[in-house]
């Protein structure tokens, strides 16, 4: 009976030791799941980045092109309403604000060159009630 009680050790024993070797294993499964995870995590993260970064830079291009298109109009509005008001000889003041307005939004877009110049001009340029005188088309060329 000496050995019975032994045997009931080591089959313990064993049975420990094997309990024991599968939860390592199915732990060290675990943390390879959870390795693999973290990579592909990383890896769309890393795309994910790339994409955003790639539809900032769209975005500010379309910005510039917006901005220079403002840009475009704006003076060819300032430079239309200069050789209009001049011609005719006088502004409004509803006028003069609207031109004035139009060139802060252009100054503000920046390389104003050729336009700080001729708003410059424009502010030479005698300003009258808001009673508006068209004169006749053919007087103005």
Known sequence: MEYVGEIVQGVITLCFGILSWYVKRHLDRISEREAQMQSLLAEKEAAMHEQLMAKEREIEEIRIANNRGTQALLRDRLLQGYHFFKRRGMVTYGEA???????????????????????????????????????DENELR
């Open 97 to 135: 604000r609207n031109y004035e307005n139009m060139y802060e939004a252009y100054h503000t877009l920046g390389k104003n060159g050729i336009m700080d110049v001729v708003f410059e001009q424009f502010k030479k340029i005698p300003v009258k009630d808001d009673i508006v005188v068209y004169p």
